[in-house]
C-alpha cells in the first residue's frame, strides 16, 4: 500500500471503528401534534406557485385532506425530545412522518420503547449492479440512421430516433416551460459547478437551473467521497444541447438538481437523501422527477429488502414516487442491470404503482441483456416502456463524450419525452402520461416482463397528448355548423361526437381516417336538422391508434384528432 493511501486510511479510521457500532435508521412518529396539543400547521411558503399549480391541475383531488396532513412538518415536541436524549436528526420526511438518525442497538430499544415512536427501520442502500455505468462491447455495429434530417444531431441521432424524438424536436418541442428534477450524484467533473459541461451550459446561460442542492452534506455522520458524474451524463441524455454532437429531448426544460449519492468505499446511496430530495422538489414545482438509481440490499449484518418486498407499497424511495405522483408529479426511474439474474430484478422505487419504469434495448431494438425485468412481487407488469440502453452517447469529463451503456441511460431520454408531453398538454395527470406513453409503445398490444409496453414512440406519445388537449375545444365549421371535440377522447369502444346546425342541411358528411389519410370509418353521411345531432359510434373494429376526423359540408372542412386506447 502506498503511504499516502495508509494515511487516508488512518484518517477515515475512527468513522469506520464508529460506523460498525452505529447503524443509520429512519424512526417513524405517530403523530403531528404540537407544544399546545394542535397538529402542526403547513407553512406559507413551502409550497411554491408552480407546485400549487400543478397540484391543482394534475394532482389527486380525493386526496387533497391527506395530502395536507402529510404536508405538514414533524412534530417540534418529538423533535426537541429526540435531541434532548442525545440523538442528531439527520434528515426530515414530512410525508413519511418520519426521521433518521444514527443508532447503537442499546440506542434502537430505548427509541423504540417511546410513546411517540411507531416504528423503527434501517436506512437502505443501493444494490450494488445498479449504479455503475457498463461499457459497451467493441464489438456493438453502428447503426446508421435513415431519419436524421441533418447534421445537427450528430452521433446522437441513434438514441433520438430510435424512440422517434427527432420530429418532434423539429417542430421545436423541446419541454420548454417545464420543469424536470435530476436525483443522481455529480452533476459536473471534478470540482467544476453543476451543469457547466458545454453540452448543458445552455441551461445555466438561459437562466433555467432551478436550483442544485447537495442533500449528501446534510448528514454530518456520512463521509461522501464522489467517484463519477453519473448524474451528469444523465442529464445530458434529457437535456443537452451541443449541435452536431449531443441533443436531448428535453433540452428547454428548467432543471432542479439533487446530489444523492455517496459513491464511496459501499456505493451507496440512502433513502433519506433520495425521499428528502423527492419531497423538496415536489414543493419547489417540479413536473417530473427522473432518478437512474435503485434500492433493494442493505450492508451485511443488516435488514435487507427481499424479492417480496417489491410489491410498490414497501420501500421507502417508492412510497416517496407514489406519494409525488399523487400531487401531479411524473415520476420516472430506470429499471435496473440485473436482468441476467432473470425475472423479478427490478428495483425500488421502480416498482411503484405510479413510477414509470424504464428498460434498455439496443440500437436494432433488441432487450439488453443486463435490463431488469419484472414482474413486481403483486405481479404487474415491469418495466412499462424501454428506450436504448446500449451504445448511448453522453456528456463526460470537462467537456468531453463518452458511450456506455445501461437502463441509467435509458430513464433520462424517457423524462426528457415527457417533458415534450407536458410542454403541448399542461394538465395531463401522470396516468395519463402513462396512457400515452404505453399505447402508443411498439409492443402496446402484447406487453411483457422484458420490454414492458415497449420502445417508446415519442411523436405518436406527443401527438395524442395535443388530441387530448384539442378535446375541450369545439371546433367550429365555416357557415353554420359547429363540430364539437368528441368525447372521451382517448376513447376505448364507444365515441360521441356531436354536430350543432343553425338551419337545416342537405348533406353532411364525417369521415374518421387513419395515420396514412385512408379512410377508416363513415360516423355519419346525409342530412342535418336544425339543433344538436348526438352520433354514438362504435370503433371497437378500429386498430388501436391515431386517427384524424373531418366533417365535410359545401366544399369545406374541420378536422380533429381522434386516439383509440386499450384501457
Known amino acids: 500500500m502506498r503511504p499516502v493511501l495508509f494515511l487516508v486510511l488512518l484518517v477515515f479510521w475512527p468513522h469506520l471503528v464508529n460506523a460498525q457500532e452505529t447503524v443509520k435508521y429512519w424512526i417513524f412518529l ?59 436528526i439527520e434528515q426530515q420526511s414530512r410525508w413519511l412522518n418520519a426521521v433518521t438518525a444514527w443508532l447503537s442497538e442499546d440506542d434502537v430499544h430505548q427509541i423504540a420503547s417511546l410513546p411517540y415512536v411507531r416504528e423503527i427501520r434501517p436506512v437502505a442502500h443501493i444494490f450494488p449492479d445498479i449504479q455503475p455505468l457498463i461499457p459497451v462491447s467493441p464489438v456493438i455495429p453502428e447503426r446508421v440512421s435513415s431519419n436524421c434530417p441533418s447534421s445537427r444531431f450528430g452521433p446522437s441521432c441513434t438514441q433520438l430516433d430510435v424512440v422517434n424524438a427527432i420530429p418532434p424536436i423539429e417542430r421545436d418541442i423541446n419541454g420548454r416551460g417545464v420543469i424536470l428534477g435530476f436525483i ?64 436531448g429531448p428535453g433540452y428547454g426544460a428548467t432543471i432542479y438538481a439533487a446530489a444523492t449519492e455517496c459513491s464511496s468505499y ?43 418486498d417489491l410489491d410498490g407499497n414497501t ?14 408529479v411524473i415520476p420516472i426511474n430506470s429499471a435496473g442491470n440485473s436482468g441476467f439474474r432473470g425475472p423479478q430484478t427490478i428495483t425500488m422505487p421502480a416498482d411503484g404503482h405510479s413510477v414509470i419504469a424504464v428498460g434498455g434495448i439496443w440500437p436494432d431494438g433488441q432487450i439488453f441483456d443486463r435490463s431488469s425485468r419484472g414482474p413486481t412481487a403483486d405481479g404487474r407488469i415491469k418495466p412499462d416502456v424501454t428506450a436504448q440502453g446500449v451504445a448511448v452517447d453522453f456528456a463526460s469529463g470537462m467537456d468531453g463524450y463518452e458511450r456506455m451503456s445501461g437502463t441509467s441511460l435509458a430513464a433520462p431520454m424517457v423524462a426528457g419525452i415527457v417533458t415534450q408531453i407536458l410542454q403541448v398538454n399542461r394538465h395531463l395527470k401522470p396516468r395519463e402520461v402513462w396512457n400515452l406513453l404505453t399505447t402508443t409503445a411498439s409492443r402496446s398490444n402484447a406487453p411483457n416482463n422484458d420490454y414492458g409496453w415497449g420502445i417508446v414512440n415519442a411523436d405518436a406519445a406527443i401527438m395524442s397528448a395535443v388530441a387530448l388537449r384539442r378535446s375541450e ?37 364525417l369521415t374518421i381516417f387513419d395515420v396514412l389519410g385512408r379512410e377508416a370509418a363513415i360516423v355519419h353521411q346525409g342530412t342535418l336538422q336544425t339543433g344538436g345531432l348526438s352520433i354514438q359510434f362504435d370503433g371497437s373494429d378500429l386498430p388501436l391508434g391515431i386517427y384524424t376526423y373531418a366533417l365535410e359540408h359545401g366544399g369545406r372542412t374541420q378536422s380533429g384528432m381522434l386516439i383509440r386506447l386499450d384501457y
Open 473 to 509: 375545444e369545439a371546433f367550429p365549421v365555416p357557415d353554420n355548423l359547429i363540430l364539437h371535440a368528441p368525447y372521451p377522447n382517448p376513447f376505448r369502444d364507444i365515441v360521441y361526437f356531436t354536430i350543432e346546425a343553425a338551419e337545416p342541411v342537405s348533406y353532411a358528411q
Open 184 to 247: 443522481d450524484n455529480k452533476f459536473s467533473a471534478d470540482s467544476a459547478a453543476p451543469f457547466s459541461h458545454r453540452s448543458l451550459r445552455h441551461i445555466l446561460d438561459d437562466g433555467r437551473l432551478g436550483e442544485f442542492r447537495d442533500f449528501t452534506n446534510m448528514d454530518s455522520s456520512q463521509i461522501c467521497s464522489y467517484s463519477s458524474s453519473h448524474g451528469m451524463a444523465v442529464a445530458s441524455i434529457a437535456v443537452g444541447y451541443y449541435e452536431g454532437i449531443l441533443i
Open 266 to 308: 459501499e456505493r451507496n446511496i440512502e433513502e433519506d437523501n433520495f425521499v428528502a430530495a423527492v419531497e423538496w422538489m415536489e414543493a419547489r414545482g417540479v413536473d417530473v422527477i427522473t432518478a437512474s438509481l435503485g434500492y433493494l440490499g442493505f450492508d451485511d449484518g443488516q435488514r435487507s429488502y427481499t424479492r417480496h
Open 30 to 88: 405517530t403523530d403531528k401534534y404540537d407544544v399546545s396539543g394542535k397538529h402542526t400547521q403547513v407553512e406559507d411558503d413551502y409550497l411554491s406557485g408552480h407546485a400549487v399549480a400543478r397540484r391543482i391541475q394534475r394532482g389527486e383531488p380525493g386526496l387533497a385532506s391527506v395530502v395536507a396532513l402529510q404536508d405538514a412538518p414533524i412534530s417540534p415536541v418529538y423533535e426537541e425530545d429526540l435531541f434532548r436524549r442525545g440523538f442528531k
Open 315 to 328: 420501500g421507502l424511495t417508492t412510497i416517496a414516487m407514489d406519494a409525488a405522483a399523487s400531487r401531479g
